[in-house]
């Protein structure tokens, strides 16, 4: 699980700097995908360890991230939409097209992660 999370590392990155760089590099919040993308990197490579506490730890901290940013990245386009809406402003949609991005992304990613912490509990490999 931990060579996913590098994978979902990189799609995130890349989320964060094509969000940031499509602005024209005005708004730096863009980024957050990236620095989440950066966070689960760091922590999936700890992960790639024989030693099965630290992999657990690693992991589980991953998941976290992953919830964490299934929680903001949906709340916050979720909010932002509300938001245009009463205001009467356009839909800033590269915006809400990143926050769903990074909320479907984490949600895919969590699910895969709750997956595989059962599979290895039935498996005994806990």
């Not at 690693?58 to 903001?72: A, D, K, P």
């Not at 984490?106 to 599979?119: D, P």
Request: proline share 3%; hydrophobic share 55%; glycine share 14%.
């Amino acid at each position: 699980m931990a060579k996913v999370t590098l994978l979902f590392a990189v799609l995130l990155i890349a989320l964060g700097l094509a969000g940031f760089l499509g602005t024209g590099s005005a708004y730096p919040t863009a980024l957050i995908p990236a620095w989440i993308g950066l966070a689960l990197g760091l922590f999936g490579w700890l992960a790639i360890s024989p030693d099965e506490r630290r992999r657990k730890l690693f992991m589980h901290i991953n998941v976290t991230i992953g919830l964490l940013g299934f929680l903001g990245g949906g709340i916050k386009a979720f909010t932002g939409y509300l938001h245009a809406r009463s205001a009467g402003l356009p839909l800033d949609q590269i915006a809400i097209g990143a926050q769903l991005t990074l909320a479907g992304l984490m949600l895919i990613y969590v699910l895969l992660c709750v997956r595989s912490f059962i599979a290895a509990r039935r498996t005994g490999k806990v």
